[in-house]
């Protein structure tokens, strides 16, 4: 009760007024509206206005909505945003003022708009923006990166920036700042993405052709975000074309696209529809061999959504998507199969020029499904997943010209099935039974405020405070341990163990069997050297309250996630930052430095499986984790040559000792480096255009390679042979490095695209196994596993 009143007390105290605020000369009113593109009608999102000489710089918000507080008289308006020339208007502003803003795309041809519009346009990376730490991708960006088998991927596009590190090349899934895969939270339209994989990984879920943008969070995370530890990938799918019926199309090497866009009836809204699909599966029968005829392989996703206007200030908003991967070996009894499902429901309304209100409902599904045959006569299935239903208010009020202030809440609830095992066909003369491991329930609550302050044209400041708390509820069983210590560390063997089973106890549907809760402060703070350099500084305390249980750097499909409860502490984190951004002839450039410190991290002990475990606490250890570094980013968006270099250098660590010991626990309890740490990573990213009609894209990476656990001696013992392995992660794969091409034809109405993966077939080590030669087992050699070589892509894309 004392901490609810706490928090209720600190989001409706009012923050103190400047003097410019509070004593104003002037009479003072709202313009208020949303920015939005001329030819198709759609908001902009990020869109930067500034008023007459940088009185006031604001930015829309990812509804396109933008309030200003502006004295009587004539204002200057100058809005910028990617891929748009710029619009210079003046306004005569002498009562409240709803304005829409509209801007014209830019056309690359024409290099001296280019030139003129793309200084200030990047809010992500404006000195003047209070925001630290953030990266927004366009699709037209992300379409200039050379793409793998022809499918621009905006996940893939994510790991090209500083701070940001792939796994696997065999996955999208992505480190950042060091942290575990899924410490980072993929939001889809403000849906949860559990998974967002395609092929095991290979390619992303999210088809680039009905996204607008993805907006990355690092560090300094708004108080809106919450429930993983280290970023949160915020897409949002474009609203259809307001003006007119418009569509594209497109057929690659591995799938085909098509989206269809257009205005409701009487232009009081837009649609759009998309869909994308695979065709392996259509050429796999005219195999000649008739074991390969009858299998299947594909996927597919789709997009949807519809908006309808609510007078001129308000909006009601449906988007879904619905994704779907299939693999199945019928000649060796084996299939598997994973997808995602996702709606939200939003209403969006602006009221009184000041208080734009949104309050949206979301609902997301992750299945995954393994059919095997377990006997000659018998087969089996097992199928897992989670859904998550969450309802959210959010509530911005623009106070006075300089100050904005952010509140809300949201419910979710999800339910957590880690798996069903049961026998498929005739199952009376089966030995198999069906076997599961029961449901878990989880209920979050959270409250956050934020508060947006500019105190003059040099001082930018930002506080939030989120709390959240965290139910594990019932129905569902509680177990009891020795000591209450599920894991256990056995100095004689030198490893961890679990613990002893006493007993257990049911518990009754709907009662709380662990509780969590705990405030999130977040900070951030500009100081603008010049009107093109400033200094920023950032703060923020995150919070997750489930984990994903894999023992792998690169999660799959089948990975079960795990809620926290009585034995699993929800993990923590502070981060601090420190940086300078600044722009010089068309470039900008930022630079940053962190260090974060994490409680209550996971590791799994060695030879676990959690594969139908039901308790899952016997298989991990929780412990501390740090990661620091240092991250540079340079990125030019004007002339023929536009791209950008990122390079990260970083080190990420953890520890786990054991309780009660001075030497106990993973690697005797000291500081090892995490299975994402990469000590140096660096991407360079171009686009040339060649002629009017030709652009030429490439890409190079180069990076450490990740952690790995070799063996350092091997004895022979009773007859055997056993190998002894050394610390934790203390050996690392070879030196990665890639390059990527590709070449684009524009016409007047489509392009053709040629893509080139891995130029010079340079083939990555994924992973390194040590093996004993057959003729000799007292020789061993290390072999290496790599994903792909040189891949070639070739797609086409018309409009209509």
Do not use: C
Request: hydrophobic share 40%; charged share 20%; no cysteine.
């Amino acid at each position: 009760m004392k901490r609810s009143l706490l928090l209720f007390a600190f989001l409706t105290a009012a923050p103190p007024l400047s003097a410019q605020d509070s004593l104003p000369s002037t009479r003072h009113e709202r313009v208020a509206g949303y920015v939005r593109s001329v030819a198709s009608g759609e908001v902009l999102r990020g869109a930067v206005i500034r008023v007459d000489a940088d009185a006031q710089v604001r930015q829309t918000n990812e509804e396109g909505f933008y309030a200003l507080v502006l004295p009587a008289g004539t204002h200057r308006l100058r809005v910028r945003v990617i891929g748009y020339a710029p619009l210079d208007t003046n306004i005569v502003v002498n009562a409240r003022l709803d304005l829409t803003l509209r801007l014209r795309a830019l056309e690359t041809v024409l290099q001296a708009v280019q030139v003129q519009a793309k200084r200030e346009e990047r809010a992500d990376l404006d000195p003047a923006a209070p925001q630290m730490s953030v990266v927004r991708i366009d699709m037209t960006a992300a379409k200039a990166v050379p793409p793998v088998l022809g499918e621009v991927d905006p996940l893939r596009t994510l790991t090209l920036l500083p701070g940001v590190a792939t796994t696997s090349d065999a996955s999208n899934a992505f480190s950042v700042r060091g942290g575990s895969t899924d410490q980072n939270l993929i939001l889809l339209d403000e849906s949860t993405i559990y998974n967002p994989s395609h092929i095991l990984g290979f390619l992303s879920t999210f088809n680039a052709d009905a996204i607008d943008n993805v907006t990355l969070y690092k560090g300094g995370i708004p108080a809106r975000f919450g429930g993983r530890l280290s970023s949160v990938v915020d897409i949002r799918q474009r609203d259809g074309n307001r003006e007119e019926f418009a569509g594209t199309a497109s057929i690659g090497l591995l799938s085909s696209k098509l989206l269809v866009e257009g205005p409701v009836p009487g232009k009081r809204g837009s649609y759009m529809l998309a869909a994308r699909r695979s065709y392996a599966d259509a050429f796999i029968p005219l195999a000649s061999d008739t074991t390969i005829r009858d299998n299947r392989a594909y996927f597919y996703d789709l997009n949807a959504k519809a908006q309808v206007n609510i007078g001129s200030t308000g909006a009601v908003i449906a988007s879904g998507f619905m994704g779907r991967d299939l693999f199945a070996l019928p000649s060796a009894g084996f299939g598997a199969g994973w997808g995602n499902r996702a709606t939200a429901l939003r209403w969006n309304q602006a009221v009184g020029g000041r208080l734009f209100s949104k309050i949206s409902g979301t609902w997301s599904d992750y299945d995954y499904k393994l059919g095997f045959r377990a006997e000659p006569d018998d087969s089996a299935s097992w199928v897992a997943g989670i859904v998550s239903a969450e309802l959210r208010i959010d509530e911005t009020w623009q106070m006075t010209a300089n100050q904005r202030l952010s509140v809300g809440g949201e419910f979710s609830r999800n339910l957590f099935r880690p798996g069903r095992l049961s026998p498929v066909g005739d199952t009376a003369g089966s030995s198999l039974r069906t076997r599961e491991v029961e449901r878990r329930i989880g209920i979050t609550r959270a409250a956050f405020m934020n508060w947006e302050m500019d105190v003059g044209t040099r001082l930018g400041l930002q506080a939030g405070l989120r709390y959240a708390d965290f139910a594990r509820v019932g129905e569902g069983t509680l177990y009891r341990y020795a000591n209450e210590a599920p894991v256990v560390w056995n100095a004689a063997l030198d490893r961890y163990e679990p613990g002893v089973l006493v007993d257990s106890s049911r518990v009754s549907r709907g009662t709380r069997m662990a509780y969590f809760d705990g405030f999130e402060p977040r900070a951030t703070a500009r100081f603008s050297l010049t009107p093109r350099h400033s200094l920023k500084a950032s703060y923020a305390r995150t919070q997750q309250f489930l984990q994903l249980a894999s023992n792998t750097n690169s999660p799959t499909p089948l990975d079960v996630w795990e809620p926290a409860g009585p034995f699993i502490r929800p993990q923590v984190a502070d981060q601090y930052a420190f940086g300078w951004t600044g722009q010089y002839r068309g470039v900008e450039f930022t630079a940053e430095t962190y260090f974060r410190r994490a409680e209550n991290v996971v590791d799994y002990i060695s030879g676990v499986d959690v594969f139908l475990n039901p308790r899952l606490e016997t298989m991990l250890v929780q412990g501390e984790g740090r990661a620091y570094g240092l991250e540079l980013f340079a990125r030019r968006a004007e002339g023929r040559f536009t791209g950008w270099a990122s390079y990260t250098l970083a080190r990420a660590e953890q520890r786990f000792p054991a309780a009660g010991t001075t030497n106990g626990g993973i690697s005797g309890g000291r500081w090892y480096v995490s299975p994402f740490d990469k000590t140096h990573n660096l991407s360079l990213v171009g686009s040339w255009l060649w002629t009017p009609k030709w652009r030429v894209g490439s890409t190079f990476m180069l990076a450490s390679g990740l952690p790995a656990t070799l063996p350092r001696a091997r004895y022979w013992v009773d007859g055997f042979l056993v190998a002894e392995y050394g610390d934790r992660n203390s050996s690392r794969l070879p030196l990665y490095h890639r390059l990527d091409l590709s070449l684009t034809r524009q016409f007047r109405r489509s392009e053709l695209q040629f893509g080139l993966v891995n130029a010079y077939n340079r083939f990555n080590a994924q992973s390194l196994r040590v093996e004993q030669r057959n003729d000799n087992p007292l020789v061993a050699d290390a072999v290496q596993t790599s994903i792909f070589g040189i891949i070639p892509s070739l797609n086409y894309a018309f409009r209509f």
